[in-house]
């Protein structure tokens, strides 16, 4: 197994494969998922490669999946997801398999035009029988409802002769003395979309100059559009006119407002007959449609139980088309050749695999499989599982770590969720992200079978074991900053008890009470564990808070980034960049640590020198002559003396502390010169020795040129390895001014930031400092209004308000608070930590792997 | 009869476990009147003596040990009623 501490080593390979077993061998390497293929015809078009036919069958193929796909989720068929992953099949099977999917994609096609076909007609048999119906309403009313057995022409030209006759009333059949062929109307029915209805009139009263007649009623159910299956409302109309002239007009305009026309008899005994002709039919297309649909479904109900396993075939022999049409093909087109990057330590595996697909295929010759020398850098693969490859991704989504450097992602197990913590602590809120990242972990398995699409949970889900650490470190300073919820907890007896304190004084005093030390107060033994609970209720607590993390945050800053440093060492070791060491590492610790972390002891010292007392024998210990860091540190840099008071005596901690500073901190400074010009003066020097060591070489080879033919081949493949072998600095070609540049740049950078940095940890104490009294000022102004209630109302109250004070909770100091100290995290391991040592210039290690094909192509589906 | 949605039932049981837990604590902590808490009782106006006043302090600490405690007891019934809905809401989307 590889380490965690450098990506694996990765090895160039050569792979021969007999063309029948070249199929089964990439199959069985994409199963495995720990090669990586390069191209090895860039240049040739992706239409002129060699499997491009297979490649089109499978596009096909998933094509039709897909069109079985959409008609399954139509139908609200639930699809079979066993999780099974079936092998890739053989190319012969993929016959079968077209087969079988044009077979059903026929069937379903065919039962889709039947479908709609039949849909057609029993929209049209519909709208026939809500003509028959409500013309029948129309003819009913023009006959007042007295004659219901008259036809409706007849009652026309009742109304017609009532007209001409003014005033006469005349029910029933009027006199038969002229010809009904004369005044004979004729009208045309039909079925309209509703929202057409007023244009259509205006339309028809235009065009026909008011010489038409329409009535038009509404069909209340929608009814189906067969070729869009929408719901549309539509309406019956019916327009009576007379002449052939109308006629047409009338049947032009209907053709225009897509209206359909139906054929109405006028004779009410026929249009009974009609409609019970229609209603009969209407019945039988029922059946039909029914039997139709039913068979429909049991088509896709059978593609839905196998259409998951289709579908994984499917894209894998389109994966392996794919990776061999990267292969380069053998004059003999007897074989194929592939070049691919391996992990060293997987060759085993692999050779097991291949001998595997060999056997698959039944094929007699063993592939080849054989190490390069390539003076490329190979891709960086980190093995992680599942706990590690969340905190490998933060560093990958910085840059991907050149290959073979050291890679930080083990320390930043420890120290991502620490410094987390650090701006994060308070128990309470520690506990709720502890129980969440908790769950998770504990779910783990069916949440991620769930697979939701859902971003932000996936984010969470993908950083669970980073939640669940970030919860608990935050519940341990949780417990040093003595916070929970902001409330203090005192278990083990605070280490201050109350003396000479009159009631007088206590009621005058209107605000909280200043804790100090150097009176009785003090027990004179320290809370054993974290922060006195004392100092919640005091006056001066944030005065004693700000001092104690300021510092606690550039302890822990100084320390992180002298660990970078260190990790430098060891990369430079790693590389045998001897240079580095001397040039770059040896002065960067003396810098930082003659500097800085020489103001880390100036801190430790005061802490345990100084102690608060109101003695004036040992006033000089006192807090009133303790000396300030930050001043003593200026002063150091500008080197000038401390002012002190006459009482005080002196201004230093320890005797000789002012010659000491003046060494460190001239030794600090010679460290700039010595980074900014050592390494570009020692590789000019080595480049001239090298130049003069090549002129001799050159004149000696030239004299025993005809003497020996071996000397010089021999020389040059001894040489290219030490230059593949110094690749870590990488000056090989660089002119000399670019080096010289490029070292100043990293100096300025070094020394400047040494002292950014510095102070940009003291982020860690202003967002713990912000989180603190967020969280008091939370409880303070919701939860204590609550708790505030007087009498038995209180508890009801205390019911309602904190559920608002936890809501909050949640959402400001533990969502808001978590998501800022969480960057504030990340920047600092990004800026401050990597800067000291991370290059990232690798590329990332990108097997070819049917698992990462499978779950890439079911995302962009689901997107 | 599912009267919330999977979600807001989730929620309420979430609310109410939590409110339970630290209610429940908090009421002990009241009963063993905790200095931290102090600030979290009625204010008392008027005393007399020293004596009044620490009766008036206990009284407060004790009213509000019991008012956590009523308020926990409200959250277990509403941790009852949203098991039931957030039963009810599984079980009805498992059968559809």
């Given amino acids: 197994m590889g380490s965690l501490f450098r990506s694996a080593e990765m090895t160039l390979c050569q792979l021969f494969l007999q063309s029948e077993a070249a199929y089964a061998c990439v199959s069985e390497l994409g199963e495995l998922g720990l090669v990586q293929f390069r191209d090895l015809n860039p240049d040739v078009n992706v239409f002129q490669r060699k499997f491009v036919n297979e490649v089109r069958r499978c596009d096909e ?35 079968d398999l077209e087969a079988t999917f044009e077979k059903l994609e026929n069937e379903l096609r065919e039962v889709n035009q039947n479908a709609e076909a039949l849909k057609r007609n029993f929209l049209e048999l519909t ?83 008011g010489n038409v007649f329409l009535r038009q009623a509404e069909i209340e159910t929608p009814l189906e559009d067969p070729s869009t299956g929408d719901q549309v409302y539509k309406s019956v109309f019916i327009i009576f006119f007379q002449g052939d002239q109308l006629k047409t007009r009338v049947k032009k305009i209907c053709e225009g407002f897509r209206a359909t026309l139906y054929p109405c008899p006028e004779a009410p005994a026929d249009r009974r007959e009609m409609a019970m002709g ?10 039909v449609l029914g039997q139709t649909q039913d068979h429909r479904h049991r088509v896709l109900v059978a ?105 930080p992602t083990p320390y930043t197990i420890i120290t991502f969720p620490f410094l987390f913590a650090i701006m994060f602590g308070d128990f309470g809120h520690g506990a709720l992200m502890a129980v969440f990242g908790a769950w998770m972990v504990l779910k783990e398995k069916p949440l991620a079978a769930k697979k939701s699409d859902n971003e932000i949970w996936n984010i969470f889900f993908g950083g669970r074991y980073i939640i669940l650490l970030m919860g608990l470190f935050s519940m341990y300073t949780g417990l040093i900053y003595n916070d929970v919820f902001s409330k203090s907890v005192n278990i083990f007896g605070s280490s201050w008890k109350v003396s000479n304190l009159t009631l007088k004084y206590v009621e005058s005093i209107t605000t909280d009470h200043m804790l100090d030390p150097a009176t009785d107060d003090y027990v004179q033994y320290s809370y054993p564990f974290g922060l006195d609970p004392v100092w919640q209720l005091s006056k001066n607590k944030i005065i004693f808070l700000n001092s104690f993390k300021m510092k606690l945050s550039i302890i822990i800053g100084i320390i992180h980034m002298l660990f970078g440093v260190a990790i ?18 040896i002065p960067q610790v003396i810098f930082l640590t003659f500097l800085f972390f020489y103001m880390v002891l100036l801190m430790f010292i005061k802490w345990f020198m100084y102690y608060p007392t109101n003695e004036p024998t040992e006033i000089v210990y006192g807090t009133r002559c303790a000396p300030s860091i930050l001043i003593t540190f200026i002063n150091m840099v500008l080197n000038k003396r401390t002012p002190y008071e006459p009482i005080c005596e002196t201004s230093n901690m320890y005797a000789g502390q002012e010659g000491i500073q003046k060494f460190l901190f001239f030794a600090a400074f010679l460290c700039v010169p010595w980074m900014l010009l050592a390494k570009p003066i020692m590789i000019n020097r080595a480049r001239k020795a090298a130049a003069l060591h090549n002129t001799n070489h050159n004149q000696l080879h030239s004299a025993t040129e005809n003497g020996d033919a071996e000397q010089p081949m021999h020389n ?31 100096t300025i950078e070094y020394v400047l930031g040494s002292i950014s940095h510095t102070a940009s940890y003291l982020r860690l104490w202003a967002l713990s400092l912000a989180h603190a009294q967020l969280s008091e000022v939370l409880w303070q102004m919701v939860l204590n209004k609550g708790l505030t209630v007087e009498g038995w109302a209180g508890g009801v109250a205390l019911y309602i308000i904190f559920a608002i004070w936890g809501s909050l909770t949640i959402s400001i100091l533990v969502l808001m ?42 995302q962009a589906k689901e997107e | 009869m599912a009267i919330c949605g999977p979600k807001l039932s989730l929620c309420g049981l979430i609310i109410s476990a939590w409110g339970i837990i630290q209610l429940a604590l908090m009421g002990v902590f009241y009963w063993i009147e905790a200095v931290a808490l102090a600030e979290d009782i009625p204010e008392i106006g008027e005393y007399h003596s020293l004596s009044d006043f620490y009766s008036k302090m206990t009284n407060g600490y004790q009213q509000n040990a019991i008012n956590c405690w009523i308020a926990a007891l409200l959250y277990l019934i509403t941790m009852a009623l949203s098991a039931h809905q957030f039963w009810l809401n599984n079980r009805s989307s498992l059968s559809v």
């Fill in chain 1, 568 to 585: 430098s060492y060891f990369k430079n070791v790693n590389f045998n960049n001897h240079l580095n060491i001397i040039c770059e590492f």
């Fill in chain 1, 61 to 95: 193929m998933e094509r039709k999946l897909r069109y079985l796909e959409k008609e399954i989720k139509k139908d609200g068929i639930p699809m079979l997801d066993t999780g099974e992953n079936p092998e890739a099949p053989q190319p012969r099977e993929m016959i």
């Fill in chain 1, 278 to 287: 229609v209603m009969t039919r209407i019945e039988d297309l029922n059946t």
């Fill in chain 1, 716 to 746: 040059n493949t001894s040489q290219t390895p030490v230059v593949t072998q110094g690749g870590g600095g990488g000056h090989d070609e660089e002119p000399m001014s670019e080096i010289y540049i490029h070292q100043g740049i990293h």
């Fill in chain 1, 817 to 858: 608070e978590g998501l800022s100290a969480f960057l504030h995290t990340l920047r600092l391991h990004w800026v401050e930590f990597c800067s000291k040592f991370y290059s990232g210039a690798g590329y990332a290690f990108q097997p070819f792997s049917f698992e990462i094909i499978l779950e890439s192509a079911s």
């Fill in chain 1, 127 to 209: 709208e026939l029988k809500q003509i028959l119906r409500k013309t029948q309403v129309f003819f009913d009313e023009h006959e007042g409802g007295t004659n219901p057995t008259e036809s409706m022409t007849r009652a026309l030209i009742n109304e017609d002769s009532i007209a001409r006759q003014s005033g006469s009333v005349q029910l029933g059949f009027p006199e038969k003395n002229y010809d009904p062929e004369e005044y004979y109307p004729c009208f045309v029915a039909g079925v309209i979309l509703r929202e057409r209805i007023p244009a259509f009139e205006r339309m028809l009263w235009r065009a026909c100059r």
């Fill in chain 1, 303 to 407: 593609a839905a139980k196998n259409i998951k396993n289709w579908f994984v075939k499917v894209r894998k022999i389109k994966a392996i088309y794919h990776t061999l049409n990267l292969f380069n093909l053998d004059v003999t087109q007897k074989c194929l050749i592939a070049e691919c990057w391996v992990p060293v330590l997987d060759l085993e595996n692999i050779q097991l695999a291949l001998r595997r697909g060999t056997e698959r295929s039944g094929s007699s010759v063993p592939p080849i499989l054989n190490r390069m020398d390539t003076p490329e850098d190979p891709p960086t693969y980190n093995h992680t599982n599942k706990f590690t490859s969340a905190f490998q991704a933060l560093y990958d989504s910085y840059g991907i770590a050149s290959y073979r450097e050291m890679n």
